[in-house]
């Protein structure tokens, strides 16, 4: 366990008082190690010099010169890994939009705070702070991979899929696992998608990545059924696989070769990147794979990158809720408006919903009451190694 002492916290708000008041409440609970500015390019300029990042940024949300929305912005191009908390004086339906914005760019929140704080409530928050896995060390802003190394981590076989349950809410069931690639990297540790992907795709190489994942994820599904474990395999596909006319017949392929049903695989695409193709090449793979008999999600809903009306219009067979509006739906009146829309239009459409993020036992039950067909998280398990994957549905760990 981290002492409390050893935690990093930066402290960006503009009021004075404010100021004071949070660095004694942390003081009081023996938080020492605080820092503070007051205003979000000072904050920034700190976090660049410093070349470490914070464990933990309590952030304003109204500051003059740079809101807290923007400061945001600005952490995520510098990849922070570390722990947010937003305080703000802003009444409760802006705070709602603000975390949502938090969760949209994949930052860990640890909550928010009303002004005046509560020192209760602020040490209740900084006490689910955790820090990052050891395997996983924060990583430079500036440091990125390029086409070399990770063409070279490719080719070694660097590149491994962990795997995690998906359930049937009703009975709790496991049903299927999503693979997952990471890096292993050999000095950076285990890599998330987000880490490469993107580079990935920059460099050309999304057909290799596709390929290694892909291939490595059928040969476990034909190992699960092998051994009796009839399990379904989602996939997430890069919008750039998507728009190749060849990819159909490329997936098809792998999937015969591997013998593994098409009928068995889920490819997932998020629904951020759908509008930003070729709608014509991509209604065309699409239209080619559901042909073939593979089925076809689309990840990260909610944000309303795809209208209904256009949604009617494209093949899917599974919207997947994003975890913004699946973590704490039992308690917020508005995710829990957000969840209900999403799972009409589901319903009107004949998809099958899965609720992301389960984090929680109130979100899970509430999963029960509402008729959510499925569910992922870490409630259920986090992702991990097919060999784990196998002991953990053999030792009974899914949930009812």
Known sequence: MTEKSAIRI????????????????LANSGFTHVAT?????????????SGRHPDLILLDLNMPGMDGGEFVRHLVERSYKGGLILVSGEDERVLQVAENLVHAHR?????SLRK????DGLVALIGKWSPPSQGNPLRAATEVYGATELRAAI???????????????????????????????????LLLPGDFVGAAEEYGLIDDLARVVLSSAFAQARLWQETGLALQLAVNVSINNLVSLEFADFISDLAATAGVAPQQVV?????????????????????????KRFRLSIDDFGYGHIL????????????????????????????????????????????ETVAEGVEDRDDWDFLCRNG?????????????????????????????
Not at 161 to 167: E, G, L, M, R
């Open 372 to 400: 959510c067909d499925l569910a992922q998280g870490y409630l259920i398990a986090e992702p991990m190694p097919a060999t784990n994957l196998v002991s953990w549905i053999l030792a009974g760990h899914a949930r009812r």
């Open 267 to 291: 490819l997932e695409v998020a629904e951020s990147r759908i509008m930003s193709c070729d709608l014509r090449d991509l209604l065309e793979t699409l239209t080619r794979l559901r042909l």
């Open 155 to 189: 080719k070694k076989g660097e590149l491994v899929n962990y795997y995690q349950p998906k359930v049937v809410i009703a009975t709790g069931r496991v049903m299927g696992a999503e693979a997952l690639v990471r890096w292993q990297h050999p000095s950076d540790g």
């Open 107 to 111: 930052l860990t929140l640890l909550g």
């Open 10 to 25: 930066l402290i960006v708000d503009d009021d004075f008082f404010s100021l004071k008041l949070l660095i004694r409440m």
């Open 308 to 351: 209904p009306e256009q949604l009617r219009n494209i093949p899917f067979d599974e919207v997947k809720i994003d975890r913004s509006f699946v973590h704490h739906v039992s308690s917020d009146g508005a995710k829990r408006a957000k969840f209900d829309a999403i799972l009409s239009l589901a319903r009107q459409l004949n998809m």
């Open 116 to 119: 005046p704080v509560a020192p």
């Open 37 to 49: 500015c007051d205003d979000g390019h000072a904050a920034l300029e700190r976090i660049d010099n």
